[in-house]
Protein backbone atom coordinates (compact mmCIF):
# COMPACT_ATOMS: atom_id res chain seq x y z
CA UNK A 1 0.00 0.00 0.00
CA UNK A 2 1.07 3.39 -0.65
CA UNK A 3 1.87 5.76 1.73
CA UNK A 4 0.77 8.99 2.39
CA UNK A 5 4.21 11.64 2.08
CA UNK A 6 4.13 15.29 1.81
CA UNK A 7 5.83 15.97 -0.85
CA UNK A 8 5.52 12.90 -3.61
CA UNK A 9 8.55 11.65 -5.25
CA UNK A 10 7.86 11.09 -8.66
CA UNK A 11 8.76 8.73 -11.53
CA UNK A 12 8.29 10.16 -14.79
CA UNK A 13 7.34 6.65 -17.65
CA UNK A 14 8.17 7.95 -20.91
CA UNK A 15 9.91 11.07 -21.51
CA UNK A 16 9.00 12.53 -24.77
CA UNK A 17 7.41 15.59 -25.12
CA UNK A 18 4.71 14.53 -22.30
CA UNK A 19 7.00 13.66 -19.70
CA UNK A 20 8.93 16.83 -20.37
CA UNK A 21 5.92 19.26 -19.81
CA UNK A 22 5.24 16.82 -16.92
CA UNK A 23 8.53 17.65 -15.50
CA UNK A 24 8.85 21.18 -16.65
CA UNK A 25 5.69 21.59 -14.32
CA UNK A 26 6.52 19.97 -11.19
CA UNK A 27 8.37 21.43 -7.80
CA UNK A 28 12.01 21.01 -8.58
CA UNK A 29 13.74 17.59 -7.49
CA UNK A 30 10.54 15.82 -7.08
CA UNK A 31 11.34 13.70 -10.08
CA UNK A 32 13.21 10.73 -8.81
CA UNK A 33 13.39 8.28 -11.73
CA UNK A 34 13.38 8.97 -15.54
CA UNK A 35 12.61 5.63 -17.34
CA UNK A 36 12.06 5.59 -21.47
CA UNK A 37 13.19 2.51 -23.59
CA UNK A 38 15.56 5.02 -25.10
CA UNK A 39 17.76 5.49 -22.00
CA UNK A 40 19.50 8.29 -24.08
CA UNK A 41 16.04 10.36 -23.58
CA UNK A 42 15.65 9.21 -20.06
CA UNK A 43 19.11 10.82 -19.96
CA UNK A 44 18.12 13.61 -20.66
CA UNK A 45 15.52 14.02 -18.79
CA UNK A 46 17.09 12.83 -15.52
CA UNK A 47 19.61 15.64 -16.22
CA UNK A 48 17.14 18.46 -15.42
CA UNK A 49 16.02 17.02 -12.12
CA UNK A 50 18.88 17.10 -9.12
CA UNK A 51 19.32 13.20 -8.38
CA UNK A 52 17.59 11.71 -10.55
CA UNK A 53 18.45 8.08 -11.49
CA UNK A 54 17.95 7.42 -15.46
CA UNK A 55 16.34 3.85 -16.72
CA UNK A 56 15.25 1.88 -19.11
CA UNK A 57 13.46 -0.90 -17.19
CA UNK A 58 9.84 -0.01 -16.24
CA UNK A 59 10.38 -2.66 -12.79
CA UNK A 60 12.96 -0.81 -11.27
CA UNK A 61 11.00 2.37 -11.91
CA UNK A 62 7.52 1.08 -10.43
CA UNK A 63 9.62 -0.94 -7.34
CA UNK A 64 12.36 2.22 -6.26
CA UNK A 65 11.74 2.59 -2.73
CA UNK A 66 12.23 6.69 -3.97
CA UNK A 67 9.07 6.61 -5.74
CA UNK A 68 5.42 7.49 -4.44
CA UNK A 69 4.02 8.58 -7.44
CA UNK A 70 4.19 6.89 -10.98
CA UNK A 71 3.24 9.07 -14.13
CA UNK A 72 2.78 7.01 -17.24
CA UNK A 73 3.27 8.70 -20.88
CA UNK A 74 3.72 6.03 -23.13
CA UNK A 75 2.28 4.88 -26.32
CA UNK A 76 -1.03 3.97 -25.92
CA UNK A 77 -1.07 0.22 -26.09
CA UNK A 78 1.37 0.35 -23.14
CA UNK A 79 -0.45 2.52 -21.05
CA UNK A 80 -2.42 0.12 -18.71
CA UNK A 81 0.05 -2.19 -18.65
CA UNK A 82 2.73 0.10 -17.02
CA UNK A 83 0.01 1.16 -14.72
CA UNK A 84 -1.15 -2.31 -13.61
CA UNK A 85 2.62 -2.53 -12.42
CA UNK A 86 2.97 0.71 -10.99
CA UNK A 87 -0.62 0.07 -8.90
CA UNK A 88 0.87 -3.87 -7.78
CA UNK A 89 4.07 -2.20 -6.72
CA UNK A 90 1.84 0.30 -4.41
CA UNK A 91 2.20 3.13 -6.36
CA UNK A 92 0.01 5.96 -6.98
CA UNK A 93 -0.39 6.59 -10.58
CA UNK A 94 -1.21 9.40 -13.28
CA UNK A 95 -1.69 7.64 -16.66
CA UNK A 96 -2.22 10.50 -19.51
CA UNK A 97 -5.40 9.64 -21.47
CA UNK A 98 -7.05 7.04 -23.09
CA UNK A 99 -5.21 4.96 -20.23
CA UNK A 100 -5.58 2.21 -22.11
CA UNK A 101 -6.93 0.88 -25.21
CA UNK A 102 -10.13 -1.13 -24.25
CA UNK A 103 -12.83 -0.81 -21.43
CA UNK A 104 -11.77 -4.36 -20.60
CA UNK A 105 -8.20 -3.12 -19.65
CA UNK A 106 -9.38 0.22 -17.82
CA UNK A 107 -11.82 -2.45 -15.89
CA UNK A 108 -8.44 -4.92 -14.80
CA UNK A 109 -6.88 -1.66 -13.71
CA UNK A 110 -9.94 -0.28 -11.68
CA UNK A 111 -9.83 -3.65 -9.34
CA UNK A 112 -6.18 -3.49 -9.25
CA UNK A 113 -6.30 0.20 -7.63
CA UNK A 114 -9.05 -0.71 -5.42
CA UNK A 115 -7.24 -4.08 -4.19
CA UNK A 116 -4.04 -2.25 -3.65
CA UNK A 117 -5.88 0.55 -2.12
CA UNK A 118 -3.93 3.28 -4.42
CA UNK A 119 -5.17 6.18 -6.65
CA UNK A 120 -5.20 6.67 -10.16
CA UNK A 121 -5.93 10.02 -12.08
CA UNK A 122 -6.32 10.12 -15.50
CA UNK A 123 -4.20 13.32 -17.47
CA UNK A 124 -7.40 14.64 -19.13
CA UNK A 125 -5.35 17.93 -18.98
CA UNK A 126 -8.37 19.97 -20.59
CA UNK A 127 -9.92 20.13 -17.85
CA UNK A 128 -7.89 22.49 -15.93
CA UNK A 129 -7.43 24.85 -19.11
CA UNK A 130 -8.47 28.59 -17.64
CA UNK A 131 -11.41 28.79 -20.65
CA UNK A 132 -12.55 25.12 -19.44
CA UNK A 133 -12.60 26.12 -15.55
CA UNK A 134 -13.79 29.28 -16.44
CA UNK A 135 -16.63 27.67 -18.21
CA UNK A 136 -17.24 25.39 -15.22
CA UNK A 137 -17.34 28.19 -13.07
CA UNK A 138 -20.31 29.77 -14.99
CA UNK A 139 -22.13 26.62 -15.44
CA UNK A 140 -22.08 26.02 -11.86
CA UNK A 141 -23.79 28.90 -10.77
CA UNK A 142 -26.68 28.31 -12.90
CA UNK A 143 -26.72 31.28 -15.49
CA UNK A 144 -27.14 29.18 -18.16
CA UNK A 145 -30.12 27.96 -16.84
CA UNK A 146 -31.36 24.10 -17.70
CA UNK A 147 -28.78 22.26 -20.39
CA UNK A 148 -30.03 21.85 -23.83
CA UNK A 149 -26.95 20.45 -25.97
CA UNK A 150 -23.35 20.74 -26.36
CA UNK A 151 -21.57 21.42 -29.61
CA UNK A 152 -17.68 20.55 -29.98
CA UNK A 153 -14.89 20.26 -32.59
CA UNK A 154 -11.32 19.35 -32.21
CA UNK A 155 -8.99 18.67 -35.28
CA UNK A 156 -5.23 19.21 -36.32
CA UNK A 157 -3.46 18.79 -39.69
CA UNK A 158 -1.48 16.04 -39.10
CA UNK A 159 2.10 16.41 -40.88
CA UNK A 160 4.54 14.78 -43.27
CA UNK A 161 4.54 11.24 -42.51
CA UNK A 162 1.45 11.04 -40.26
CA UNK A 163 0.12 7.92 -41.25
CA UNK A 164 3.69 5.91 -40.48
CA UNK A 165 4.01 7.34 -37.03
CA UNK A 166 2.71 5.39 -34.05
CA UNK A 167 -0.84 6.90 -34.04
CA UNK A 168 -1.25 5.38 -37.60
CA UNK A 169 -0.80 1.52 -35.80
CA UNK A 170 -3.88 0.23 -34.14
CA UNK A 171 -1.93 -2.20 -32.47
CA UNK A 172 0.04 0.49 -31.13
CA UNK A 173 -2.36 3.45 -30.68
CA UNK A 174 -6.13 1.58 -30.11
CA UNK A 175 -7.69 4.10 -33.07
CA UNK A 176 -6.88 6.96 -35.20
CA UNK A 177 -8.15 10.46 -33.91
CA UNK A 178 -11.08 9.29 -32.06
CA UNK A 179 -9.20 7.60 -29.57
CA UNK A 180 -6.55 10.43 -29.64
CA UNK A 181 -7.84 13.82 -29.55
CA UNK A 182 -11.87 12.83 -29.66
CA UNK A 183 -11.84 11.62 -26.07
CA UNK A 184 -11.00 15.09 -24.87
CA UNK A 185 -14.34 16.21 -26.11
CA UNK A 186 -16.16 13.37 -24.87
CA UNK A 187 -14.95 13.62 -21.24
CA UNK A 188 -15.74 17.62 -21.58
CA UNK A 189 -19.16 17.07 -23.30
CA UNK A 190 -19.78 14.56 -19.98
CA UNK A 191 -18.72 17.14 -18.07
CA UNK A 192 -22.28 19.58 -18.92
CA UNK A 193 -24.58 16.29 -20.23
CA UNK A 194 -23.72 13.45 -17.74
CA UNK A 195 -24.14 9.70 -19.02
CA UNK A 196 -24.32 8.95 -22.42
CA UNK A 197 -26.41 6.43 -23.05
CA UNK A 198 -26.94 6.31 -26.65
CA UNK A 199 -24.28 6.37 -29.08
CA UNK A 200 -24.23 6.94 -32.39
CA UNK A 201 -22.00 8.02 -35.51
CA UNK A 202 -18.95 6.71 -37.37
CA UNK A 203 -15.34 7.21 -38.01
CA UNK A 204 -13.85 7.02 -40.84
CA UNK A 205 -10.55 7.62 -43.17
CA UNK A 206 -11.17 10.40 -45.66
CA UNK A 207 -7.32 11.71 -46.00
CA UNK A 208 -4.60 9.65 -44.39
CA UNK A 209 -3.52 6.39 -45.92
CA UNK A 210 -3.65 4.43 -42.81
CA UNK A 211 -5.66 2.03 -41.39
CA UNK A 212 -7.17 4.02 -38.55
CA UNK A 213 -9.46 6.67 -38.81
CA UNK A 214 -8.57 10.47 -39.27
CA UNK A 215 -12.40 12.17 -38.81
CA UNK A 216 -15.28 10.85 -36.67
CA UNK A 217 -18.63 12.05 -36.33
CA UNK A 218 -20.66 11.62 -33.00
CA UNK A 219 -24.15 12.38 -31.55
CA UNK A 220 -23.97 10.90 -28.25
CA UNK A 221 -27.38 11.41 -25.60
CA UNK A 222 -27.84 11.41 -22.49
CA UNK A 223 -30.82 9.73 -20.74
CA UNK A 224 -32.99 12.99 -21.10
CA UNK A 225 -32.29 12.79 -24.56
CA UNK A 226 -29.80 16.21 -24.15
CA UNK A 227 -27.25 15.79 -27.64
CA UNK A 228 -23.61 16.30 -27.66
CA UNK A 229 -22.72 16.80 -31.17
CA UNK A 230 -18.64 16.18 -31.54
CA UNK A 231 -16.63 16.25 -35.03
CA UNK A 232 -12.70 15.48 -34.15
CA UNK A 233 -10.16 15.51 -37.35
CA UNK A 234 -6.60 15.04 -38.47
CA UNK A 235 -7.42 16.63 -41.69
CA UNK A 236 -8.54 20.06 -40.56
CA UNK A 237 -5.29 21.38 -41.79
CA UNK A 238 -5.76 24.43 -39.60
CA UNK A 239 -5.61 23.88 -35.71
CA UNK A 240 -9.21 24.25 -33.99
CA UNK A 241 -10.26 23.74 -30.72
CA UNK A 242 -14.22 25.17 -30.37
CA UNK A 243 -16.65 23.42 -27.95
CA UNK A 244 -19.88 25.10 -27.22
CA UNK A 245 -22.50 24.70 -24.39
CA UNK A 246 -25.74 25.45 -25.02
CA UNK A 247 -28.50 26.65 -21.70
CA UNK A 248 -31.94 27.66 -21.92
CA UNK A 249 -30.92 31.14 -20.56
CA UNK A 250 -27.33 31.34 -22.04
CA UNK A 251 -24.36 30.02 -23.91
CA UNK A 252 -20.49 29.43 -23.48
CA UNK A 253 -18.62 28.97 -26.51
CA UNK A 254 -15.02 27.93 -25.57
CA UNK A 255 -12.36 28.71 -28.73
CA UNK A 256 -8.20 28.00 -28.83
CA UNK A 257 -5.91 26.12 -26.67
CA UNK A 258 -2.74 28.90 -27.11
CA UNK A 259 -0.40 27.92 -29.28
CA UNK A 260 -1.15 26.67 -33.01
CA UNK A 261 -4.79 26.36 -31.85
CA UNK A 262 -5.34 30.30 -31.34
CA UNK A 263 -5.66 32.74 -28.43
CA UNK A 264 -7.93 31.02 -25.30
CA UNK A 265 -11.11 32.53 -25.04
CA UNK A 266 -14.60 32.26 -23.51
CA UNK A 267 -17.69 34.26 -24.65
CA UNK A 268 -20.42 33.89 -22.55
CA UNK A 269 -23.92 34.94 -24.42
CA UNK A 270 -26.82 36.22 -22.34
CA UNK A 271 -29.86 35.71 -23.09
CA UNK A 272 -32.59 38.58 -22.31
CA UNK A 273 -35.89 38.38 -21.48
CA UNK A 274 -36.99 40.39 -24.84
CA UNK A 275 -34.69 37.88 -26.72
CA UNK A 276 -32.44 39.59 -29.66
CA UNK A 277 -28.90 40.20 -29.76
CA UNK A 278 -27.55 38.59 -25.97
CA UNK A 279 -25.70 40.24 -23.71
CA UNK A 280 -21.80 39.36 -24.00
CA UNK A 281 -19.16 38.59 -22.01
CA UNK A 282 -15.52 37.84 -23.14
CA UNK A 283 -12.97 36.78 -21.35
CA UNK A 284 -9.31 36.09 -22.76
CA UNK A 285 -6.12 34.06 -21.66
CA UNK A 286 -3.39 34.94 -23.36
CA UNK A 287 -0.43 34.15 -20.83
CA UNK A 288 -0.42 30.17 -21.61
CA UNK A 289 -1.42 27.07 -20.48
CA UNK A 290 -0.96 26.00 -16.70
CA UNK A 291 -3.35 22.94 -16.99
CA UNK A 292 -0.44 20.46 -16.46
CA UNK A 293 0.42 21.98 -12.77
CA UNK A 294 -3.01 21.93 -12.08
CA UNK A 295 -3.72 18.99 -12.47
CA UNK A 296 -0.62 17.49 -10.76
CA UNK A 297 -1.55 19.76 -7.74
CA UNK A 298 -4.60 18.52 -7.97
CA UNK A 299 -3.85 14.80 -7.74
CA UNK A 300 -1.11 15.54 -5.05
CA UNK A 301 -4.11 17.00 -2.97
CA UNK A 302 -6.44 13.58 -3.89
CA UNK A 303 -3.45 11.84 -2.47
CA UNK A 304 -3.35 14.12 0.91
CA UNK A 305 -6.87 14.13 1.42
CA UNK A 306 -7.33 10.08 -0.38
CA UNK A 307 -10.15 11.48 -2.14
CA UNK A 308 -11.40 8.98 -5.77
CA UNK A 309 -9.03 11.52 -8.38
CA UNK A 310 -11.70 13.15 -10.84
CA UNK A 311 -11.51 12.36 -13.84
CA UNK A 312 -10.03 8.93 -13.17
CA UNK A 313 -10.55 5.67 -13.82
CA UNK A 314 -14.68 5.86 -14.17
CA UNK A 315 -14.24 8.91 -16.53
CA UNK A 316 -11.70 7.08 -18.85
CA UNK A 317 -14.22 3.88 -18.77
CA UNK A 318 -17.15 6.00 -19.63
CA UNK A 319 -15.24 8.02 -22.72
CA UNK A 320 -13.49 4.83 -23.99
CA UNK A 321 -16.88 2.77 -24.44
CA UNK A 322 -18.12 5.41 -26.74
CA UNK A 323 -14.82 4.72 -28.59
CA UNK A 324 -15.42 1.37 -28.96
CA UNK A 325 -18.85 1.16 -29.63
CA UNK A 326 -18.19 4.03 -32.75
CA UNK A 327 -14.92 2.12 -33.49
CA UNK A 328 -17.28 -1.08 -33.94
CA UNK A 329 -20.25 -0.04 -35.74
CA UNK A 330 -17.59 1.50 -38.07
CA UNK A 331 -16.69 -1.79 -38.90
CA UNK A 332 -12.72 -1.69 -38.55
CA UNK A 333 -11.47 -4.79 -38.17
CA UNK A 334 -8.57 -4.69 -35.59
CA UNK A 335 -11.92 -2.74 -33.15
CA UNK A 336 -13.98 -6.39 -33.18
CA UNK A 337 -14.64 -8.13 -29.62
Known amino acids: MSTQVDRPRVALIGCGLIGQKRLANL ?7 ACDLNLERARKLAAQSPGCLATDSVEQAVASPNVDVVMIATLNASLAPIACRAVKAGKHVLVEKPAAVSVK ?25 PAGRKALEVFRSGALGPILFVRGRYGQGGRLGYEKEWRADPKLSGGGELIDQGVHLIDLAGIFLGEFTTVEGHATTCFWKMPVDDNAFLSLRNKTGHTAWLHVSCSEWKNLFSLEIYGRDGKLHWEGLGGSYGLERLTYYKMLPQMGPPDTTIWEFPRGDESWKIEMAEFFEDIRLRRTPVPGLKEARAALAVVERIYRSSGFAWAKP
Open 27 to 33: PSGSVTV
Open 105 to 129: EIKKLETLASKHAVLVRVGYNHRYH
